[in-house]
């Protein structure tokens, strides 16, 4: 019975990474790539230590901390780095696809420099 | 708050003295005990009982592993489809959200849920630049993102 | 069975850092090969975490924590490398 879960748990796990990867390529801007980065490798590392954690505790009996602190720290750091990411990518210019809707960013930092112009 | 849980703490260290033994177990029973003797006296003890807000984080902790689940499905659906057919863009999200760290949790959060990642702030703080990955209308995402996070957050802090 | 699962796990997790890398090869500008980077470097968690399984030792528990760590600050560092040439700031504004 265990041993199906944890199947099923590092099963998911491979298969949303693999997805996140085929995001990766398919996607037609860094954002959008971002987006599956950010979201399905997250989950698959994240659904994968679980497994691992499910299976040091049930079968062996040890109770693994680290593998708790590695699914907390992804947790926190993932959208960090998509955040950071972004922000330099955007800042160093790196268009959005051609068909986006709309920049909502854009218009603002046109403002300030118009600001800035006024000023000096 | 900080007074409650130590005197939780306290009823957590007096159970331990009576049982006469030191175990983990023993403690988190004895915290538990502490909880619900709180939860009974907070009538006449005149304070705000913390469980609330205890139960309000477990709820926001709920929410968002439902909407991570989401978002995979989500993220599936458009990278298997044959055609990309999505419409994405910068949107600018307002929050009434006031302090830095209510602020990065609800960014953190819309970057790990369907469709939306968190780009750049405003110089003031006020408004969240966020990446819509598939637009299909604007007032309608903006509101959704009020309605489930925001709220959810107001109810931890306030 | 688990021995089973984790080969075909494995043989996943191989596939998809070998997708990345062609992004890594083929990526039009830099912020690409560093979300490509990124997800290779979380994919390696996951790698650690299925060996993990199939050599049934808690040996790279901490594998596993540090490449969390240092795929972030790497991720981070190269972020802000690209935007302006400045890692390690002082001000913050």
């Known amino acids: 019975m265990t041993e199906i879960v944890i199947s099923i748990l590092i099963l998911i796990g491979g298969g949303l990474s693999l997805l996140g990867a085929i995001g990766i390529i398919r996607f037609p801007d860094v954002y959008g790539r971002l987006h599956a980065a950010t979201k399905s490798a997250t989950l698959g590392v994240i659904s994968i230590i679980l497994g691992v954690f499910i299976f040091f505790y049930f079968i062996e009996g040890i109770f693994a901390g680290k593998l708790l602190l590695t699914i907390l720290f992804v947790f926190l750091t993932a959208p960090v780095a998509g955040f950071m990411i972004s922000k330099s990518a955007y800042n160093v210019g790196v268009k959005l696809w051609d068909k986006s809707l709309q920049d909502d960013l854009g218009e603002h930092i046109k403002q300030l420099d118009r600001k800035e112009k006024q000023k000096s | ?158 | 069975m688990l021995e089973t699962v984790s080969t075909i796990v494995l043989i996943l997790m191989s596939l998809s850092i070998l997708v990345c890398f062609i992004r890594v090869l083929i990526g039009p500008t830099m912020s690409d090969r560093v979300v490509a980077l990124d997800t290779i470097g979380i994919n390696l968690i996951g790698f650690a975490g299925v060996i993990m399984i199939v050599q049934q030792t808690l040996a790279y528990a901490e594998v596993a924590l540090v490449i969390a760590i240092l795929a972030f600050i790497g991720s981070v560092a190269l972020a802000k490398f690209i935007e302006g040439g400045v890692v390690l700031d002082r001000d913050r504004d």
Not at chain 2, 67 to 72: G, H, P, R, S, Y
């Open chain 2, 1 to 158: 708050m900080a007074f409650q849980i130590l005197l939780n703490i306290g009823i957590a260290f007096l159970w331990i003295l009576l049982r006469n033994d030191f175990t983990v177990i023993d403690f988190l029973v004895g915290y538990f005990i502490g909880f619900i003797m709180l939860f009974v006296l907070r009538g006449l003890l005149n304070f705000e009982f913390y469980g609330r807000r205890v139960y309000a984080f477990f709820k926001l902790i709920v929410l968002f592993i439902y909407k991570l689940i989401l978002a995979n499905i989500d993220v599936i659906k458009i990278v298997l489809s044959p055609k990309m057919d999505i419409r994405p863009g910068i949107i600018a999200v307002p929050t009434d959200l006031d302090t830095e760290w209510e602020i990065t949790l609800l960014a953190t959060m819309i970057s790990l849920t369907p469709g939306t990642l968190s780009m750049n702030f405003s110089e003031n703080g006020k408004t969240i630049y966020v990446h819509f990955i598939h637009i299909e209308d604007k007032d309608e995402a903006i509101k959704e993102i009020h309605d489930s996070f925001e709220k959810a957050i107001l109810e931890v802090t306030k």
